[in-house]
């Protein structure tokens, strides 16, 4: 894409986006829950970073993805994969701008009750989303053989 070839890129790269991504929705529950604000606060890092590494790991799908024919049976999940993966992408990053007018907008008075619920609609959605585009990836690799060897 850029001229930069450092496939396989992504098969690593993703392993930290659903790590971080997993922990962020876990440390925001788990602290709204015991009202422990830095647990939130490390929830939060942590959902920063998955955003950046999710980036680094759409981007590297896209450039180990190039080149391989789409056509067929294991193109047609790719493309799934694919498009399940931008789906997760703007799932996080809506839970990542609701965090942020949370924290912007709401720091001395309550956060309606609204925007919390579609904040954690959000972070719920991004897991299963998480969970599916992982599927999809795990059968691309061990089932299809795509990019071993």
């Known amino acids: 894409m850029?001229?930069?070839?450092?496939?396989?890129?992504?098969?690593?790269?993703?392993h930290f986006v659903v790590a971080f991504a997993v922990a962020s929705v876990?440390?925001?529950?788990?602290?709204?829950?015991?009202?422990?604000?830095t647990l939130r606060r490390t929830g939060f890092q942590l959902l920063i970073l998955?955003?950046?590494?999710?980036g680094l790991a759409v981007w590297a799908g896209l450039e180990d993805a190039e080149g391989i024919s789409?056509?067929?049976?294991?193109?047609?999940?790719?493309?799934?994969?694919?498009?399940?993966?931008?789906?997760?992408?703007?799932?996080?990053?809506?839970?990542?701008?609701?965090?942020?007018?949370?924290r912007l907008k709401y720091r001395t008075q309550e956060v309606p009750t609204g925007l919390r619920i579609l904040s954690v609609v959000a972070a719920l959605a991004g897991l299963v989303l998480v969970a599916v585009t992982g599927w999809y990836g795990g059968e691309l690799?061990?089932?299809?053989?795509?990019?071993?060897?």
């Not at 850029?2 to 993703?14: A, C, D, I, N």
């Not at 067929?72 to 942020?100: C, E, P, S, W």
């Open 2 to 14: 850029f001229g930069l070839k450092l496939s396989p890129l992504h098969p690593p790269v993703v």
């Open 26 to 37: 876990l440390f925001e529950f788990v602290g709204l829950i015991l009202k422990r604000q």
């Open 50 to 54: 998955a955003a950046v590494v999710m």
């Open 70 to 102: 789409l056509t067929d049976k294991t193109g047609v999940m790719i493309v799934r994969h694919r498009n399940l993966a931008f789906f997760t992408a703007g799932t996080y990053a809506l839970f990542l701008l609701l965090q942020i007018l949370e």
């Open 141 to 149: 690799v061990f089932r299809q053989g795509v990019n071993v060897g």
